[in-house]
């Protein structure tokens, strides 16, 4: 998800369009969930340092749309995104290792229907963190709560075409390319193509049944 939905400013809590969502738990607050190595939960306050420091880099906000300019920016987009959570429409896990506290990264879903059948997700690893596997396995969580609790039967995600690096991830966690959507991302004066990926619940069951059924949630 490489356009964020949430803008400084904007306070979108209680817009008419969110209020056909029925309430469930995790609109009250989001499930841990983990795997050997890496906990997610949701956001705090406290993370907005962290955030600030590895998700602000060139590196890693290249591809993405810019992220927060100072920790109190970070500090307003985590209580946006408790607001979004507890309408229904979105949730967002701060990603951190088993045994360490510190948020090292962030799991955005955002729904694209009434029904949040059909979502988008994003994501954005503090780089000292590439290569150590912490996405696959993070992503896969996410995975295992978009489909197996919220209900979704599509998960898209867009990629642009010169991130090498994201569009590897998508494809290793099986994502599907389904198109390039041209010149539909804009990063300061640029314009990229995308590639927009897609995964199904159907998909998912067929390629690791066990997974899709049993997420590690508590």
């Known amino acids: 998800m490489e356009k964020m939905p949430y803008q400084p400013g904007a306070d979108l809590s209680s817009p008419a369009s969110m209020t056909s969502?029925?309430?469930?738990?995790?609109?009250?607050?989001?499930?841990?969930?983990?795997?050997?190595?890496?906990?997610?939960?949701?956001?705090r306050s406290d993370d907005a340092a962290s955030l600030f420091a590895l998700l602000t880099t060139e590196e890693v906000s290249r591809f993405i749309s810019p992220p927060p300019t100072s920790v109190e920016g970070f500090e307003k987009f985590i209580a946006w995104t408790h607001r979004q959570r507890?309408?229904?429409?979105?949730?967002?896990?701060?990603?951190?290792l088993r045994g360490r506290d510190t948020a090292i990264g962030i799991f955005q879903l955002r729904r694209l229907d009434a029904a949040f059948t059909l979502a988008e997700w994003g994501f954005a690893i503090g780089s000292p963190f590439w290569g150590t596997g912490v996405f696959e396995e993070s992503a896969r969580l996410v995975l295992d709560f978009a489909f197996g609790v919220i209900g979704v039967r599509r998960l898209e995600a867009r990629a642009a075409v010169l991130n090498g690096r994201g569009n590897g991830a998508l494809r290793k966690i099986g994502a599907?390319?389904?198109?390039?959507?041209r010149r539909s991302f804009t990063r300061?004066?640029?314009?990229?193509?995308?590639?927009?990926?897609?995964?199904?619940?159907?998909?998912?069951?067929?390629?690791?049944?066990?997974?899709?059924?049993?997420?590690?949630?508590h």
């Open 21 to 43: 969502i029925v309430r469930t738990d995790w609109q009250r607050a989001l499930p841990h969930v983990s795997s050997a190595r890496v906990v997610l939960r949701e956001l």
């Open 86 to 96: 507890a309408a229904g429409a979105y949730a967002c896990y701060a990603v951190t």
């Open 176 to 181: 599907v390319q389904e198109c390039v959507l």
């Open 188 to 217: 300061g004066s640029v314009q990229h193509d995308q590639a927009l990926y897609a995964i199904l619940d159907v998909d998912r069951r067929a390629a690791d049944p066990v997974s899709a059924l049993k997420p590690w949630i």
